[in-house]
T-cell receptor
């Protein structure tokens, strides 16, 4: 099946810093999503981005489908950005959404 | 739009009993729903794909007789953990999508503790 790898596994930032999270996937995809999981376990849907670039406030994401990777940019990080960020890819051939291992982000004041 | 509701949000049960978790798509119909499990500090692992009107498709290593899935309507899928044991304690999350070109939307999850 499709493999999804995320890097880095852990990230510590000072408030106000910028960061880039990366997601590599092993097969062509027709769905790529980024999530933020809060301390209560809720998965917040950040981006649905099978290709191209999208922006939402301080967050933006880019997927280069032909090179099989996606990037999540966090600018001017805040303590409320802390949590786990997951990338998940859906391959039509496998008909399932597979999650990466996640990036655990801690933003300190 | 595209809200997925999951119930209960947490449950504690005794070893040997069964627990049912409901997953509903509130404002759309979903022919397919997905059930995931997440252990502490780990990622979400797909357990099974729930198909309306037909049998669920289970991932390798997931016991279909232990985790019963019923997708009786286009808005409701249920997961029943039968004869629960402490090792079944986990966070269970369901998801659904409106169509093949739509994102998956997730419920808020159910935290199961088996004592």
């Amino acid at each position: 099946g499709i493999q999804v790898e995320q890097s880095p596994p852990d990230l510590i930032l000072q408030e106000g810093a910028n960061s880039t999270l990366r997601c590599n996937f092993s097969d062509s995809v027709n769905n790529l999503q980024w999530f933020h999981q809060n301390p209560w376990g809720q998965l917040i849907n950040l981006f649905y981005i099978p290709s191209g670039t999208k922006q939402n406030g301080r967050l933006s994401a880019t997927t280069v489908a032909t090179e099989r990777y996606s990037l999540l940019y966090i600018s001017s990080s805040q303590t409320t950005d802390s949590g786990v960020y997951f990338c998940a890819a859906f391959s039509g051939g496998y008909n399932k959404l597979i999650f990466g291992a996640g990036t655990r982000l801690a933003v300190h004041p | 739009g595209a809200v997925v509701s999951q119930h209960p949000s947490w449950v504690i049960c005794k070893s040997g009993t069964s627990v049912k978790i409901e997953c509903r798509s509130l404002d759309f119909q979903a022919t397919t729903m997905f059930w995931y499990r997440q252990f502490p500090k780990q990622s979400l692992m797909l357990m099974a794909t729930s198909n309306e009107g037909s049998k669920a498709t289970y991932e390798q290593g997931v016991e279909k007789d232990k985790f019963l899935i019923n997708h009786a309507s286009l808005t409701l899928s249920t997961l029943t953990v039968t004869s629960a044991h402490p090792e079944d304690s986990s966070f269970y999350i369901c998801s659904a999508r409106q169509g093949n070109d739509s994102p998956l939307h997730f419920g808020n999850g159910t935290r199961l503790t088996v004592t």
